[in-house]
């Protein structure tokens, strides 16, 4: 080691400088810049190039044993821990109001009971509801009523659900039933039943004073009738009171529907 002041070596385990009598000795375990013996000029001190024999600044002859200028020592203090602290970006006041904006708008549309919601409702799921009747109607002795509806194209989860009950009005028949007939149709099949041909239904109820439809429709389009037959009856009208809706899921919105159509008629594909 070497000493902290006049920067002589030490021998191992000195506690104090023979040279300047310096007890603050650099201890070994103390980092150090490493320290270079130089000649140097005995008068002026100017450092001598190796092998010199004459100081080139000032001639003084090179003595026989050199001088040297030893560098001190100097102690490196070691390095703190440098920590990086990054900060803590917060979300922007009006991204947090937007989300909350969404949030109360979507609450609206999915559990409002008004029109305007069940619209945007429908518009997000896809699901479409049609009355088909819902009004009380009169069935005359040995006839029928029907209604035709259509089911539009891109339409999937068809069904045609509701309730109906039938009520005998007294006329010449002396024994008044209370009965009707309801049917489900394709337009096709219908078009067979009316002629008295025997065709498939989609629904049947049989001669009943009351039931509950539920007829499941194929997907895609479609033209189909809803009947109520009195034709059994040759002397008893029926009055019919029944609320019957038309279900389905529409995988296109009407607006691209109708755009896809304007797009066909355009090209005479239709």
């Known amino acids: 080691m070497v000493c902290s002041k006049c920067g002589a070596s030490l021998p191992e385990g000195s506690q104090s400088c023979p040279a300047c009598d310096s007890s603050k000795a650099t201890k070994g375990d103390e980092p150090a810049i490493a320290v270079a013996c130089l000649p140097v000029c005995s008068k002026c001190g100017n450092v001598l190039p190796e092998g010199s024999q004459a100081c080139p600044k000032c001639g003084q002859p090179l003595n026989t044993e050199p001088v040297t200028k030893q560098l001190r020592a100097v102690p490196v203090a070691s390095a703190e821990r440098v920590r990086f602290h990054y900060p803590r970006h917060k979300p922007p006041i009006v991204l947090v109001i937007l989300f909350l904006l969404l949030a109360a708008l979507a609450g609206w549309i999915a559990y409002s009971d008004s029109a305007t919601a069940q619209d945007l409702r429908e518009d997000f799921t896809g699901e479409r509801a049609q009355t088909i009747i819902e009004v009380p109607v009169s069935v005359k002795a040995n006839s029928i009523v029907y209604y035709p509806f259509s089911v539009p194209a891109g339409s999937v989860d068809v069904t045609v659900s509701g309730d109906f009950s039938a009520t005998g009005n007294p006329g010449k028949d002396k024994n008044p039933d209370n009965n009707i007939?309801?049917?489900?149709?394709?337009?096709?099949?219908?078009?067979?039943?009316?002629?008295?041909?025997s065709t498939g239904t989609l629904y049947?109820?049989?001669?009943?004073?009351?039931?509950?439809?539920?007829?499941?429709?194929?997907?895609?389009?479609?033209?189909?009738?809803l009947v109520f037959s009195n034709h059994f009856s040759p002397h008893t009208a029926k009055t019919i009171r029944s609320n019957v809706l038309l279900h389905y899921r529409a995988l296109f919105s009407e607006s691209l529907v109708r755009l896809r159509e304007s797009i066909r008629n355009w090209l005479g594909l239709s």
Request: avoid cysteine.
């Open 181 to 197: 007939e309801a049917y489900v149709l394709t337009d096709t099949a219908f078009i067979a039943w009316r002629e008295g041909y």
């Open 204 to 225: 049947e109820s049989g001669r009943t004073n009351q039931g509950t439809i539920n007829a499941k429709l194929p997907a895609g389009a479609g033209e189909y009738y």
